[in-house]
């Protein structure tokens, strides 16, 4: 749990989780689907991001955010520039 870095609770960290792994893997317009993908990318803007074993991680170094945040948002738009 991150709450000590970010003062989200459990619950709230879990929605962040929820919303990130279905931007990347799901975005497929269902229920709910703005809020998610909404909520996914406020995340990103924080830093957040799910590491490969499906936990919720942050990043604390200014420039690996700024490539994270380039690379997920051309893996949420489809853009590749």
């Given at each position: 749990?991150?709450g000590?870095?970010?003062?989200f609770?459990?619950?709230e960290?879990?929605e ?10 799901l975005a ?6 703005n809020r998610?993908m ?12 799910l ?20 690379d997920?948002?051309n893996?949420l ?5």
């Amino acid at each position: 749990m991150l709450g000590h870095l970010t003062n989200f609770n459990r619950r709230e960290e879990q929605e962040i989780q929820l919303a990130l792994y279905y931007a990347v893997n799901l975005a497929h317009g269902t229920a709910g689907h703005n809020r998610l993908m909404l909520l996914a990318k406020m995340a990103l803007l924080l830093g957040f991001y799910l590491a490969p074993n499906g936990k919720l991680e942050r990043l604390d170094d200014a420039d690996a955010l700024a490539k994270a945040l380039k690379d997920d948002d051309n893996a949420l738009t489809g853009d590749e520039g």
